[in-house]
């Protein structure tokens, strides 16, 4: 059973950092993408980042660009979503979510997680 399971979420004050991490079970990553994506009260799903777990590849919508990080650790499965310097704009529902990478940035992926909440307030 394929399973994603994000942590991390937590209240931080403006220009803080947190680590977002999504931990896979029931698949090997190797043949997948990874992405984050967000959703904010009363606004749309935002893709976020995506990583390829073959070759790596990488993608950053513009909003974080420069403040994200994405990476993967093959041995323990898991993907991070390395976030500084937020801002009160980045508050949301963070999700993971899994498929083929085009597909992922597409926002179509083919599972997802439960989501984890980041708020950032002072």
């Known amino acids: 059973q394929v399973q994603l399971v994000e942590s991390g979420g937590a209240l931080v004050q403006p220009g803080g950092s947190l680590r977002l991490s999504c931990a896979a079970s029931?698949?090997?990553?190797?043949?997948?993408?990874i992405g984050w994506f967000r959703q904010a009260p009363g606004k749309e799903r935002e893709g976020v980042s995506c990583?390829?777990?073959?070759?790596?590849?990488?993608y950053y919508a513009d909003s974080v660009k420069g403040r994200f990080t994405i990476s993967r650790d093959k041995a323990k499965n898991t993907v991070y979503l390395q976030m500084n310097r937020l801002k009160p704009e980045d508050t949301a529902v963070y999700y993971c979510?899994?498929?083929?990478?085009?597909?992922?940035?597409?926002?179509?992926?083919?599972?997802w997680g439960p989501g984890t909440q980041v708020a950032v307030s002072s």
């Open positions: 979510a899994a498929g083929e990478f085009r597909a992922v940035i597409a926002g179509v992926p083919i599972y």
């Open positions: 029931g698949f090997t990553l190797d043949y997948y993408a």
């Open positions: 990583i390829s777990l073959s070759d790596g590849e990488t």
